[in-house]
């Protein structure tokens, strides 16, 4: 594997931030830079309000995530962040449209950031969406 | 090494994760690699099937040394040893 990797979350779907989250944390640790990109309707996953109250489009597995209190994504790429290189960037324009300001994003993003520059990030990257 | 000898093991340090599903264990062991000073052993109980195939990938990536796996009753003892500064 390449010593970077992108990963793009655009889905709401709670699982899909939860296997990146569990792929970012693993590669974080080995030595990998791990840049993920969050947009689209998975902007929502991020939102303190969002987080806060629990309130996930998820399916099946994300009810048994729950149920058996594993950790949740967000609490992943926590932990992933301490031990390893690991930024977390939410797309601009999806911000622009939701009317939303980086105090309305969990503390884990990073900053806002446009797509000339995350797809410079991207570049000799492997890359991952969700 | 053996299960035997293995079993001689006196780790530095012993980490119990189990209750934590993948990647919790692995987690739990790199924060414990991290911490402990060149030449710690580092014992990891999970109760994850998956760390006793990713432990030894991980070890062998980051190039400290993989020592072995006791398999037990519904959980496993995973043995590492810290050989350099990371």
Request: glycine share 6%; hydrophobic share 45%.
């Amino acid at each position: 594997m390449s010593d970077k990797l992108a990963i793009i979350i655009a889905s709401e779907e709670y699982e899909k931030s939860h296997v990146a989250s569990m792929i970012a944390s693993v590669a974080a640790v080995s030595g990998v830079e791990v840049s993920i990109f969050v947009t689209m309707n998975a902007v929502y996953n991020f939102l303190k309000e969002t987080v806060e109250k629990k309130n996930f489009t998820g399916g099946k597995l994300y009810e048994q995530i729950k149920e058996k209190k594993a950790s949740m994504f967000y609490e992943l790429f926590d932990q992933a962040k301490m031990l390893g290189g690991l930024k977390i960037y939410v797309c601009s324009m999806v911000m622009d449209i939701l009317n939303i300001e980086k105090e309305d994003l969990i503390d884990i993003v990073d900053d806002n950031l446009g797509l000339a520059a995350f797809l410079g990030i991207m570049d000799g990257a492997e890359t991952i969406t969700f | 090494m053996t299960e035997e000898e293995l079993k001689q093991i006196k780790p530095t340090v012993t980490v119990d994760a189990r209750g934590t599903y993948c990647p919790g264990p692995l987690m739990e062991l790199i924060k414990e690699v991290r911490q402990q000073p060149v030449g710690s052993v580092i014992e990891l109980i999970s109760g994850d099937a998956g760390s006793a195939k990713d432990v030894p990938e991980w070890i062998n990536k980051v190039k400290q040394e993989f020592l072995g796996v006791i398999p037990e009753d519904g959980y496993w003892r995973i043995f590492s040893k810290k050989v350099k500064d990371m």
